[in-house]
């Protein structure tokens, strides 16, 4: 996604972030009115203004997250079974409800047909912006930014879900249109202070859109230091982010190495922590070298995974017991040359 941002006022560098604030699915908000039988024109209070109540549910309040303190504040209006549901033992069934489920789930499990608009609306959380890295460098494109958005759409509890922001961006948000946007500056995700630095970056999925920043902008300043990118996704001809330029820039020499995984493409999954044990005694001569290592992506299974891969690669290139390995590895951390931008 490219967005035109001349006249802006807006700075970033690589490795920052731009947030966005979505409008929740009209879909999702026409069925929440008809479910509790409100009036979408109905004046509610959105801060200190009001607004129609659908114009306020579309652009001004979460719908899509439940959280437990929702829950306890929303079951005076429940005619069945949610103040159950919030006390029963074991909390992990709560914990199971609350995964998946949005505020039209919670309506129709638990009847809350009772609620007044303007009193419910007081009880949701406003809106969040949405976090995106940055995929361009504002050295080499001073009036756009570019984002790498994966659109988020799957089926559970019997119905279709659809990321709130991923999905405004992808269906609804037409050319001319205007977003509210803002830089979120991330100092713990910076490229090195001297151009001749090496760089290892591995970024599965959209994780890769700050390393396609950093690679355009060492293309610009004309920076020396060999550059190694681990990327991998689920299936080549889908979902080669950027594989035109990641080539080009391979051919430039702007790109050193790079090594990529699609665990779908073949019988045996392969993801970039085998790649990185497969080149484990030159990734560590790298870091011998003074490499920077950087990891950008989920923080659940990615970011742990490829945390452990470092540990066992320092362990058995550099001769260390694990607990030698992590203190290098801090080490590393603490001087700035293994960053992280998992979320």
């Not at 996604?1 to 947030?19: A, N, Q, R, T, Y």
């Not at 029963?88 to 129709?108: C, T």
């Not at 066992?312 to 694990?322: C, K, P, T």
């Given at each position: 996604?490219?967005?035109?941002?001349?006249?802006?006022?807006?700075?970033?560098?690589?490795?920052d972030c731009?947030?966005?604030?979505?409008?929740?699915?009209?879909?999702?908000?026409?069925?929440?009115?008809?479910?509790?039988?409100?009036?979408?024109?109905?004046?509610?209070?959105?801060?200190?203004?009001?607004?129609?109540?659908?114009?306020?549910?579309?652009?001004?309040?979460?719908?899509?997250?439940?959280?437990?303190?929702?829950?306890?504040?929303?079951?005076?209006?429940?005619?069945?079974?949610?103040?159950?549901?919030?006390?029963?033992?074991?909390?992990?069934?709560?914990?199971?409800?609350?995964?998946?489920?949005?505020?039209?789930?919670?309506?129709?499990?638990?009847?809350?047909?009772?609620?007044?608009?303007?009193?419910?609306?007081?009880?949701?959380?406003?809106?969040?912006?949405?976090?995106?890295?940055?995929?361009?460098?504002?050295?080499?494109?001073?009036?756009?930014?570019?984002l790498?958005?994966?659109?988020v759409?799957?089926?559970?509890?019997?119905?279709?879900?659809?990321?709130?922001?991923?999905?405004?961006?992808?269906?609804?948000?037409?050319?001319?249109?205007?977003?509210?946007v803002?830089?979120?500056?991330?100092c713990?995700?910076?490229?090195?202070?001297?151009?001749?630095?090496?760089?290892?970056?591995?970024?599965?999925?959209?994780?890769?859109?700050?390393?396609?920043?950093?690679?355009?902008?060492?293309?610009?300043?004309?920076a020396?230091?060999?550059?190694?990118?681990?990327?991998?996704?689920?299936?080549?001809?889908?979902?080669?982010?950027?594989q035109?330029?990641?080539?080009?820039?391979?051919?430039?020499?702007?790109?050193?190495?790079?090594?990529?995984?699609?665990?779908?493409?073949?019988?045996?999954?392969?993801?970039?922590?085998?790649?990185?044990?497969?080149?484990?005694?030159e990734?560590?001569?790298?870091?011998?070298?003074?490499?920077?290592?950087y990891?950008?992506?989920?923080?659940?299974?990615?970011?742990?995974?490829?945390?452990?891969?470092?540990?066992?690669?320092?362990?058995?290139?550099?001769?260390?017991?694990?607990?030698?390995?992590?203190?290098?590895?801090?080490?590393?951390?603490?001087?700035?040359?293994?960053?992280?931008?998992?979320?």
């Amino acid at each position: 996604m490219k967005l035109l941002i001349e006249g802006s006022g807006l700075v970033f560098e690589p490795g920052d972030c731009l947030g966005i604030y979505p409008q929740n699915h009209p879909g999702l908000v026409d069925r929440l009115i008809e479910e509790i039988g409100w009036n979408p024109q109905e004046p509610v209070p959105t801060g200190t203004q009001e607004h129609p109540l659908r114009e306020s549910l579309l652009k001004h309040y979460e719908i899509t997250l439940l959280t437990k303190p929702l829950l306890e504040q929303l079951a005076v209006f429940s005619r069945d079974g949610l103040p159950d549901l919030l006390h029963r033992e074991p909390a992990d069934e709560l914990h199971s409800y609350l995964q998946g489920r949005d505020l039209l789930d919670l309506v129709r499990d638990f009847s809350l047909t009772r609620a007044p608009a303007r009193d419910f609306v007081r009880l949701l959380r406003k809106m969040p912006p949405r976090l995106y890295s940055i995929a361009s460098s504002r050295r080499a494109n001073p009036d756009e930014v570019d984002l790498a958005i994966a659109a988020v759409r799957y089926t559970a509890h019997n119905r279709d879900r659809f990321g709130t922001c991923s999905v405004y961006c992808a269906e609804r948000v037409q050319a001319g249109n205007t977003l509210p946007v803002y830089v979120q500056s991330n100092c713990n995700f910076r490229l090195p202070p001297g151009p001749d630095i090496p760089l290892i970056m591995v970024g599965p999925g959209t994780g890769v859109a700050p390393f396609r920043a950093f690679l355009e902008d060492r293309e610009e300043s004309g920076a020396s230091g060999k550059t190694w990118l681990f990327f991998g996704d689920r299936r080549f001809r889908t979902d080669f982010l950027y594989q035109v330029e990641w080539l080009r820039w391979l051919k430039l020499g702007v790109l050193t190495h790079m090594d990529v995984a699609f665990s779908r493409d073949t019988d045996q999954k392969v993801y970039v922590q085998h790649h990185m044990l497969r080149k484990s005694r030159e990734l560590f001569s790298w870091l011998e070298e003074g490499a920077y290592f950087y990891v950008c992506g989920d923080a659940k299974r990615m970011a742990s995974d490829v945390q452990a891969t470092l540990e066992s690669i320092v362990q058995r290139e550099g001769a260390m017991s694990l607990e030698d390995a992590r203190a290098y590895l801090a080490a590393l951390q603490q001087q700035g040359r293994y960053q992280r931008d998992v979320y």
